[in-house]
């Protein structure tokens, strides 16, 4: 809490800083304006009382000086509009900057946390286990009970790893996509039987056409699917059913993934796909999660020359729709 409030209180003395600069910068300029308009105005009057009323060109004079002062007064007016447009600017882009830095940073402060959290879960629930079957003589249902529940605490640790490794790998363009001829249909089939199994409680309903093939990286395809079926897993009840569908239509390949939970907010619907970005509701604050999952998932879509979208489930939920083109 005290470094929270730290922070807080740093951050409001910058932001106080930085307007102070800006109104003293802004003033200085028009300060500038003002007495160089004054000096101008001086000076034309100065050579005015100069001029011999009795000269044969004392109008012509007074012309010529009148015409000097306001060419003056305009330049000035020019440059210090151009001055004050250009310190606008400057100050926006960096306000913009400084507020996305501050936002990168508590973004990677609230992973930093989750990660941590989503690490040492299953970590020590895979540590109870083996300690259990150590020390205690347990029956053959139960050992198989424990054991089948360490598999899927490590298959968890496996996919949160898999996913920060390919994120810094995308980030650092050192992955290499590689895409040969896939048989989509069995690879979104083996996804689903994956998730039963992880996951038995769960209704899942598939609709998956036969014979549909794509051209991609087996890997990343396998790991995009995942992650919307864990996504859906995730942000809905355990009572609720999710349905993924596979089907080819005229203008290419529809993968959708619907859950029946809260379902996302319209002006969240692109930041979901942000690095690090999770929807602030309540009913998904509790859930697991880093923020990668969606992004990670984008990122693979991308790759493969395709797009992914969401749109509201009906009458509740989401829908994660990627289509393939052809």
Not at 33 to 51: H, K
Not at 192 to 204: A, G
Not at 244 to 257: A, M, Q, R, T
Request: glycine share 4%.
């Amino acid at each position: 809490m005290t470094l929270s409030f730290f922070k807080t209180k740093r951050l409001r003395l910058i932001f106080v800083v930085y307007w102070v600069l800006l109104i003293y910068i802004v003033a200085a300029l028009v300060y500038w304006f003002i007495a160089l308009n004054v000096q101008n105005r001086q000076m034309i009057q100065f050579e005015r009382a100069q001029l011999k009323m009795d000269s044969p060109t004392y109008i012509d004079d007074i012309q010529k000086l009148n015409s000097v002062e306001k060419r003056k007064t305009i330049q000035y007016i020019s440059e210090g509009a151009t001055f004050l447009l250009l310190i606008f600017a400057s100050a926006v882009f960096i306000f913009r900057s400084v507020r996305r830095q501050f936002v990168s940073a508590q973004q990677q402060q609230n992973f930093m946390m989750a990660i941590t959290h989503e690490l040492k879960t299953p970590i020590a629930v895979t540590k109870l286990n083996l300690e259990t079957l150590v020390k205690r003589k347990l029956e053959e249902s139960q050992q198989q009970k424990l054991l089948q529940n360490t598999i899927q605490e490590t298959n968890r640790l496996n996919a949160l790893c898999n996913n920060m490794l390919l994120a810094s790998q995308i980030e650092a363009g050192a992955y290499s996509i590689t895409k040969e001829e896939i048989n989509f249909t069995e690879l979104v089939n083996d996804c689903v039987h994956d998730c039963t199994l992880r996951f038995p409680q769960r209704k899942i309903n598939a609709s998956i056409a036969e014979d549909i093939f794509v051209n991609g990286d087996q890997l990343l395809l396998q790991m995009g699917i995942n992650n919307l079926l864990d996504n859906a897993v995730k942000y809905s009840s355990k009572e609720s059913l999710i349905t993924i569908v596979l089907f080819k239509k005229e203008d290419g390949i529809n993968l959708s993934v619907k859950d029946q939970g809260k379902g996302i907010q319209d002006d969240e619907k692109k930041k979901v796909f942000d690095k690090y970005y999770r929807t602030g509701n309540k009913a998904t604050k509790g859930a697991k999660g880093t923020g990668l999952g969606l992004y990670l998932t984008k990122k693979i879509v991308q790759q493969h020359n395709a797009v992914i979208f969401l749109t509201d489930n009906i009458p509740a939920g989401s829908n994660f729709t990627i289509l393939f083109r052809q």
